[in-house]
C-alpha cells in the first residue's frame, strides 16, 4: 500500500487475449485479415494521486 493511492490505467486483459486468439487462428487458417491493428480500450482509474 502506498499513501495517497496511486491513479492507473484499467487494461481488458481477457479481452485482448482473446482478440489475439482469433487474429491468430485466422492466421493459421490462412483467412484474409480484416486488419493487423486490433484497438481495446482501456479505463482510468483515478484515485487521491490525481488531481481531478
Known amino acids: ?6 491513479s492507473t490505467i484499467h ?3 481477457y479481452d ?3 482478440l489475439a486468439v482469433r487474429l491468430l487462428t ?3 487458417n490462412q483467412e484474409e485479415l480484416e486488419t493487423k ?3 481495446v480500450g ?3 482509474i ?3 494521486s490525481t488531481i481531478q
Open 1 to 6: 500500500m502506498c499513501r495517497p493511492s496511486l
Open 16 to 18: 485482448m487475449g482473446a
Open 37 to 39: 491493428e486490433v484497438c
Open 11 to 13: 487494461l481488458p486483459i
Open 46 to 48: 483515478y484515485r487521491k
Open 26 to 28: 485466422k492466421i493459421l
Open 42 to 44: 482501456y479505463t482510468n
